[in-house]
T-cell receptor, first 112, second 113 residues
Framework: QKEVEQNSGPLSVPEGAIASLNCTYS??????FFWYRQYSGKSPELIMS????GDKEDGRFTAQLNKASQYVSLLIRDSQPSDSATYLC????????????FGTGTRLTIIP | KAGVTQTPRYLIKTRGQQVTLSCSPI?????VSWYQQTPGQGLQFLFE???????NKGNFPGRFSGRQFSNSRSEMNVSTLELGDSALYLC????????????FGPGTRLTVL
């Protein structure tokens, strides 16, 4: 079992709709969770960080964390063509071991 | 505030050579981590430096090494290059507090021929 799993996609969503990206992780002691966006040929860009169970909203983005079920998700509302990218879920194993473990990423395409 | 910078941006080497990559973190950030990204393996952690000390290391051979200077700038070295070392090498900086956010530089694209 991979430590961090994501559906590789591609995920196609119409412009203006909600895109839902999911991620599961295996290490129960994980404490910090991050979503990065990576455009083709570019480096990952941090979108959201979440540390506590529940929802965290930032503009059109909402991160959701459920530690009991070991999953974290990212919702993108009012999807725009510029949101087309690969979204990487990253998990920090635990405090004192500041290593990000990444999923393989979900490729998202927003259809105009 | 300036972001993370990496030099060089592109590099072409031949097998057996060695290479040094450089990373300057965001001002005030004390931690620098290095990652390798390939199409087959995705993003993999190499090592982390904090206050000039390696605090964490991934599962890479000893050919991969690094160091950090007193100004938090970091270098990564790969000796005896192999074809499989061709990758995007990414540096990420963070303040140094537990669990805080990591910000990536633009990366160095290394091609080994």
């Amino acid at each position: 079992q991979k430590e961090v799993e994501q559906n590789s996609g591609p995920l196609s969503v119409p412009e203006g709709a909600i895109a839902s990206l999911n991620c599961t992780y295996s290490d129960r002691v994980s404490q910090s969770f991050f979503w990065y966006r990576q455009y083709s040929g570019k480096s990952p860009e941090l979108i959201m960080s979440i540390y506590s169970n529940g929802d965290k909203e930032d503009g059109r983005f909402t991160a959701q964390l459920n530690k009991a079920s070991q999953y974290v998700s990212l919702l993108i509302r009012d999807s725009q063509p510029s949101d087309s990218a690969t979204y990487l879920c990253a998990v920090n194993a635990n405090f004192g071991n500041e290593k990000l473990t990444f999923g393989t990423g979900t490729r998202l395409t927003i259809i105009p | 505030k300036a972001g993370v910078t990496q030099t060089p941006r592109y590099l072409i080497k031949t097998r057996g050579q060695q290479v040094t990559l450089s990373c300057s973190p965001i001002s005030g950030h004390r931690s620098v981590s290095w990652y390798q990204q390939t199409p087959g393996q995705g993003l993999q952690f190499l090592f982390e430096y904090f206050s000039e000390t390696q605090r964490n290391k991934g599962n890479f051979p000893g050919r991969f090494s690094g160091r950090q200077f007193s100004n938090s700038r970091s270098e990564m070295n790969v000796s005896t290059l192999e074809l499989g070392d061709s990758a995007l090498y990414l540096c990420a900086s963070r303040r140094g507090d537990q669990g805080d956010e990591q910000f990536f530089g633009p990366g160095t694209r290394l091609t080994v021929l």
